[in-house]
C-alpha cells in the first residue's frame, strides 16, 4: 500500500533522508516513531507529494483524493464555525455537505457545530482537524502527531476514533514520539533517528530481539539503547 525504497533527501547541506526504505500494508497502523526533528515529517510530505525526493522512489497505491491527512499545523479557519470549516472542504472534494455533519458526529463534535473554531480549546480543534481528514473517507490516513499536547483523555479519545477507522479499513500512518502511543495503536513500527531507520517490526518483535528488554511498554529502551537517547 504505502512503500519508500532508497529515499534521501537533504536541506542544503544537511541530510534529513538517509536511504530510508519500508513498506506499510493495506488496512495496518503503521507507525514512525521517534524525537522531533527525526525526519517523520519529512517522509509524510514526500509519501503526499508536497516534497520531492533527492534520490530513491516512493508509492502511495491510491489516487491523492484516496488520502486524507492531518498534520500539526491544522489549517483551520478561526473565524468560520466548525461545520462551515468543513463545508469548505467538502466544496472542494465535490462531496455533500452531510458528510461534514456525518464527521463532526464521529469525532463528537455535533453540539459544536455552530461554535467558532477561535473558541474551541485545543483537543477539540485536533478533533475537528481529524474530521477534515476523514470527510471524504479517505482509504489512506496520514496523522502526524495526532495527540501532541492533549491531556491523557482527549488523546484517549482519539486513540479510539483512530482504532474505529482501522476497524473500518482505513490504513492509518501515524508519526509520534509517544512510545505509549505507538505501543497501544501500531501494529509495525519503524524507529528514526536523525533520518535513519535503526529499527523495526512488530513492536513485540522488536522487544524480543533485545534481550534487555522483557516487556512491549520498555520498547523505549530499545530506543534508547539504537540511539543513546530518549524520545523526549
Keep these: 500500500m504505502i512503500r519508500m525504497n532508497n529515499v534521501m533527501k537533504k536541506f542544503g547541506n544537511e541530510t534529513v533522508?538517509?536511504?530510508i526504505t519500508f513498506e506499510a500494508k493495506k488496512g495496518e497502523i503503521f507507525g514512525l516513531l521517534g524525537r522531533s526533528g527525526a525526519g517523520k515529517t519529512t517522509i509524510i510530505n514526500i509519501l503526499t507529494s508536497q516534497l520531492k525526493a533527492d534520490r530513491g522512489s516512493h508509492e502511495l497505491g491510491v489516487?491523492?483524493?484516496?488520502?486524507?491527512l492531518m498534520l500539526d499545523e491544522d489549517g483551520l479557519y478561526g473565524r468560520l464555525t466548525c461545520l462551515d470549516n468543513l463545508n469548505v472542504f467538502?466544496?472542494?472534494?465535490?462531496i455533500s455537505s452531510k458528510n461534514s455533519k456525518a464527521a463532526l458526529a464521529s469525532v463528537g463534535?455535533?453540539?459544536s457545530e455552530k461554535k467558532p473554531v477561535n473558541q474551541l480549546s485545543k483537543g477539540m480543534r485536533q478533533r475537528l482537524a481529524l474530521a477534515r481528514a476523514i470527510l471524504h473517507n479517505p482509504k489512506v490516513l496520514f496523522l502526524d502527531e495526532p495527540t501532541g499536547g492533549l491531556d491523557p483523555n482527549t488523546a484517549q479519545g482519539i486513540h479510539k476514533l483512530i482504532q474505529g477507522l482501522q476497524k473500518q479499513g482505513t490504513t492509518i500512518f501515524l508519526t509520534?514520539?509517544?512510545m505509549d502511543e505507538a505501543v497501544k495503536l501500531?501494529?509495525?513500527?519503524?524507529l528514526l533517528h536523525k533520518g535513519k531507520i535503526v529499527e523495526e517490526g512488530v513492536p513485540s518483535d522488536i522487544c524480543?530481539?533485545?534481550?534487555?528488554?522483557?516487556?512491549?511498554?520498555?520498547?523505549?529502551?530499545v530506543f534508547i539503547k539504537m540511539t543513546g537517547e530518549g524520545l523526549s
Design 17 to 19: 533522508l538517509k536511504d
Design 90 to 94: 467538502a466544496t472542494i472534494y465535490g
Design 109 to 111: 463534535l455535533s453540539e
Design 186 to 190: 501500531c501494529d509495525h513500527v519503524l
Design 63 to 68: 489516487g491523492f483524493n484516496e488520502t486524507g
Design 208 to 221: 524480543e530481539r533485545h534481550e534487555a528488554v522483557k516487556t512491549v511498554p520498555d520498547l523505549e529502551a
Design 176 to 178: 509520534t514520539h509517544n
